[in-house]
């Protein structure tokens, strides 16, 4: 849990910066799916004015004290103002609960692999953002990447999401708690198996096209890749699909010519 917490409050900020710099000081940033919020703690080192965390999933009135006592448990500093600078909303998947141009800058981590219609997102986050605003987005796994199930360290055969039935899914996943002393079942056949159901099957290629087609254009891009064996790889899916492990983009609006 530890290593969990310390990669969503002191990596992803680390890598941020190394990124795109102090993007964030002063900003008014909108954190698009912030998940469980440790990330939301982390990046106000960074220096933001304020970050609003949205989620299609409810918190608690209480959710940011539990996390911010994880975060002190796990040892790590953070601001500490972080309640009058760190807010949540929630909304239905589709469609942002706020006025337009309410952000300078929109800020999304490992969250769109899971965004069911991806388009309207992206339209929603240039309507939200705020004239000569920037979107960092990074995604990571996609799809049809080795570890894009988001399951691999239960289900071992290479590229199975591409090959594999729910059922099938379901069955190895069920072996593995079975057959691992410790193993959390609820997590695993339940949290985790959601997650994989979830997973949207969009390809990097596809993704670039609807963030293109909402009126973005992406001024600096790095693909995430590692050597892979493909020989088990699916000989429909296409080469660049099985190699891209994730993205990091960042984008600003497209004005007229």
């Not at 982390?42 to 965390?53: D, E, F, Q, S, V």
């Not at 960092?136 to 090959?163: A, C, M, N």
């Not at 069955?171 to 997973?199: C, H, N, R, W």
């Amino acid at each position: 849990m530890s290593d969990w917490i310390r990669s969503h409050v002191i990596d992803v900020p680390n890598e941020v910066t190394e990124f795109c710099g102090d993007l964030l000081r002063g900003a008014r940033v909108l954190n698009v799916g912030c998940g469980e919020m440790l990330t939301d703690l982390g990046l106000l080192g960074l220096g933001p004015k304020m970050i609003t965390g949205l989620d299609v999933t409810s918190k608690g009135d209480d959710w940011l004290e539990v996390v911010a006592h994880k975060v002190q448990a796990a040892g790590i500093d953070f601001s500490s103002d972080y309640r009058e600078r760190i807010a949540f909303t929630m909304y239905d998947g589709v469609n942002f609960p706020f006025e337009n141009g309410s952000f300078d800058i929109i800020f999304s981590w490992s969250a769109f692999e899971h965004v069911l219609d991806v388009p309207q997102v992206l339209r929603e986050m240039r309507r939200v953002l705020a004239p000569g605003g920037q979107v960092f987005i990074q995604v990571f796994p996609w799809y049809h990447s080795r570890l894009g199930s988001h399951l691999t360290d239960y289900i071992s055969e290479p590229f199975f999401q591409t090959k594999r039935s729910s059922e099938w899914v379901k069955d190895q996943l069920s072996a593995y708690v079975a057959a691992t002393t410790g193993a959390d079942p609820d997590f695993i056949l339940k949290y985790m198996a959601a997650e994989y159901e979830s997973l949207n099957r969009m390809s990097p290629s596809q993704f670039y096209k609807d963030v293109v087609d909402a009126g973005f254009i992406v001024t600096k891009a790095r693909l995430i890749a590692y050597d892979e064996d493909l020989s088990h790889a699916p000989a429909d899916v296409a080469f660049s699909d099985l190699m891209i492990g994730g993205t990091v983009m960042l984008l600003k609006a497209k004005t007229e010519d």
